[in-house]
């Protein structure tokens, strides 16, 4: 027996409905979670914008749609190139 799937209906409160330009993140993990911390850099300073804790298997999950979107962006829009390295001192950027 095929199951349907069932829409559910997602609201956005004011707060978050603009959503939060980051352009740097740090990706930690532990056993249970992994936590990435997106941060908006403009030297000499920063903010953190927004910090989402993920189970490892829902980031298995987002990892797959993020690989998948990109070969569809790249498909209709031409190749992404990566950033640069940022060009100061600070031990904040994109960890690998």
Do not use: C, W
């Not at 797959?64 to 031990?91: S, V």
């Amino acid at each position: 027996m095929s199951e349907k799937k069932k829409e559910i209906k997602v609201e956005y409160n004011k707060e978050i409905m603009g959503g939060a330009y980051a352009n740097t993140v740090n990706i930690m993990h532990t056993p249970e979670e992994f936590i990435m911390d997106f941060y908006l850099v403009a030297p000499p300073s920063g903010i953190a914008t927004a910090r989402v804790i993920i189970s490892p298997g829902h980031m298995k999950r987002i990892m797959a749609a993020i690989k998948k979107n990109i070969e569809l962006y790249e498909t209709k829009f031409g190749e992404i190139k990566p950033a640069r390295e940022p060009h100061h001192e600070q031990r904040i950027g994109f960890k690998i």
